[in-house]
């Protein structure tokens, strides 16, 4: 039977922490490894592990650079066969998600692709399915709906540093192609509203229009998604 870890990223965000640990908690089929990764928070995140102690997290409490490092450190300690990030303050759709490892059989993808429910701020919400897409040349799927095969972040590496917002979409773009991987049924993660990707900063807007023409696609196409990642800005900015 295949093993799974998860991994979470926190600092000083406790009660979404705790919304994110109480998921894992109510699972069915429980991850064989929990990874927490925080950044020194002080805020009493790291009461949260202790109180369960029951998930024997692996609880590592060091400085980091970032929320990508903070990542890059949780999979380099995973031991398990598949890795799954979870992002703080996002659940998982309900305690029989990953039940499907049990049958997962033969299957040798690299990457197991899953819809989230993605939640607004008003209260709204709409569903991420991951699909091919003659737009953006590749796969589109959502990182937190993105389950990797550990052996493939040691052969692709992890997520690129250089990046401070879009290193998870740099990995996808780079990596998740219709030949490695598999669309599996079912929403993985309920997401909680946007944050730290989503935020307003002029240097996610460059990554934003940098990653635009890492697409593989033709010039016109390019020059559209940049025009939607500049109202999706602007949207955001001026509500």
């Keep these: 039977m295949p093993t799974l870890s998860i991994v979470i990223v926190v600092y000083n965000d406790k009660e979404n922490f705790r919304v994110s640990i109480d998921s894992i908690v109510s699972l069915v089929r429980r991850p064989d490894e929990v990874i927490v990764v925080d950044n020194c928070s002080t805020d009493g995140s ?7 102690s029951s998930l024997n997290a692996k609880h590592i409490i060091e400085n980091d650079i970032g929320i990508f490092d903070a990542m890059n450190k949780g999979i380099r300690r995973c031991t398990s066969d598949y890795i799954h990030i979870l992002n703080c303050g996002d659940k998982y759709s309900n305690p029989d998600v990953f039940n499907f490892l049990d049958k997962l059989g033969h299957n040798t993808a690299d990457f197991l692709l899953f819809s989230v429910k993605r939640n607004r701020n008003d209260g709204s919400h709409w569903r991420w399915v991951p699909k091919r897409s003659s737009l953006y040349g590749g796969i589109r799927v959502s990182h937190a709906g993105l389950i990797v095969r550990t052996a493939a972040y040691r052969k692709f590496g992890v997520y690129d540093l250089a990046y401070k917002f879009i290193a998870d979409a740099i990995f996808i773009l780079k ?10 049924e079912g929403t993985l993660v309920d997401v909680s509203p946007p944050g730290f990707s989503s935020s307003n900063s002029i240097i996610n807007l460059m990554e934003m229009i940098s990653l635009s023409w890492h697409y593989p696609t033709n010039f016109l196409f390019k020059s559209w998604i940049i025009v939607l990642t ?10």
Excluded: A, G, P, W
């Design 175 to 184: 990596h998740v192609t219709r030949e490695n991987s598999t669309i599996m």
């Design 230 to 239: 500049l109202l999706k800005y602007f949207r955001r900015v001026f509500r």
């Design 46 to 52: 790291s009461d949260v592990v202790t109180d369960y």
